[in-house]
């Protein structure tokens, strides 16, 4: 059974082992979330050159967002010669948000259920 004492750790448990740091400070920038989206609304892997249209800096700039964010998981990079490719992990990225969603509802389900009154029969 549960108890409201026990609810924050469970919680802690559930939340934290969704949360990766570094995950979610790689999608603080409005520089990398505007490449997220850029990357995300195209049909196919953009070059650094193409995936800096959409920031208005420089391309070395837009490689280094680009690293962090495939550090991160965010992004797959590929080789193509001597261009280097940028694709959205759509399946990684979606299934870590929605893990942090899963486990944000099912510990406010647990503390609701933990804090409403008990009917005495």
């Known amino acids: ?19 990766q740091p570094e995950f979610f ?8 979330i505007a490449l997220v989206a850029h990357l995300a609304a195209s049909a196919r892997p953009l070059t650094v050159t193409e995936a800096s249209e959409c920031c208005g800096i420089h391309f070395s700039g837009v490689s280094r967002h680009l690293g962090i964010l495939r550090r991160a998981g965010v992004v797959r990079a590929s080789k ?9 992990e759509v399946d ?29 029969d």
């Not at 299934?95 to 406010?108: H, I, N, P, T, Y």
């Open 25 to 32: 400070q790689a999608l603080c920038d409005p520089v990398r």
């Open 1 to 19: 059974m549960t108890t409201r004492l026990d609810l924050p750790d469970a919680c802690l448990d559930k939340i934290g082992a969704q949360m």
């Open 92 to 120: 990684s990225f979606a299934a870590s948000l929605r893990g942090l969603a899963d486990a944000l509802e099912s510990c406010w389900a647990s503390g609701k259920a933990a804090a409403s009154p008990h009917v005495a």
């Open 80 to 88: 193509r010669g001597r261009e280097v490719l940028y694709q959205l």
